[in-house]
């Protein structure tokens, strides 16, 4: 069975700080995987996602993630955070099932502090 | 317009009332989804829409009832609701196809008193 696994609950780093959110997903074939980013009390915007081709993909607000199949990750970074990335983060696996079903991961809370 | 837009944004109902959430999309996505979200988890999937057709159904309680009028539009029907049904109930959309962004409404923030 598909599955997101996402070891960081919480995470607080300070403004400028470079972040790192980890996220390893169980999936039988070539996944397709996605981060979305949650703030409070709104919905899900996706940042990025990865289908084939080049294992390093960049997304919106400076974000990248690298897919690293021998080691079943998908880990979301930024070089530098800024305030404005404070959120919940949920990395995602879309089945095989008719209608692209996407499998979400618990959740990485980032907190940035000044 | 890449916009999905839910509404109401906020809904306080009793359990014997009988209310509606609805989700418009005109992006001219052929799928559309119904997710529910407690506080501090992941959105959970209620309901598949391909081609305006019911295509998953995750054992969601017949309290819950969705409707698809037509190719833009998804109702959510709710009856006899019980206080742990409280959530954020978000719609999504997509074109259908595999590996293809999945766009969010901001939710309805649903209080079951």
């Known amino acids: 069975a598909q599955s997101v696994t996402q070891p960081d609950i919480h995470i607080t780093v300070s403004e400028g700080a470079s972040l790192e959110l980890r996220c390893n997903y169980s999936y039988g074939a070539t996944p397709y995987l996605f981060w979305y980013v949650q703030s409070p009390g709104q919905g899900l915007q996706l940042l990025l996602k990865y289908f084939s081709g080049d294992t390093l993909v960049q997304g919106i607000k400076g974000f990248e993630a690298e897919f690293k199949r021998s080691q079943s990750s998908f880990n979301l970074r930024k070089p530098s955070v800024h305030w404005s990335d404070a959120a919940e983060y949920f990395c995602?696996?879309?089945?095989?099932?008719?209608?692209?079903?996407?499998?979400f991961g618990q959740g990485t809370e980032l907190s940035v502090k000044p | 317009d890449t916009e999905v837009t839910q509404t109401p944004k906020h809904l306080v109902m009793g359990m014997t009332n009988k209310k509606s959430l609805k989700c418009e999309q005109h992006m001219g996505h052929r799928a559309m989804y119904w997710y529910k979200q407690k506080a501090k988890k992941p959105p959970e999937l209620m309901f598949v829409y391909s081609y305006e057709k019911l295509s998953i159904n995750e054992s969601v309680p017949s309290r819950f009832s969705p409707e698809c009028p037509n190719s833009s539009l998804l109702n959510l029907h709710l009856h006899a609701l019980q206080p742990e049904d409280s959530a954020l109930y978000l719609c999504a959309s997509s074109q259908g196809d595999r590996g293809l962004e999945a766009f969010f409404g901001q939710g309805t923030r649903l209080t079951v008193v």
């Open positions: 995602a696996v879309e089945t095989l099932s008719q209608g692209g079903k996407l499998i």
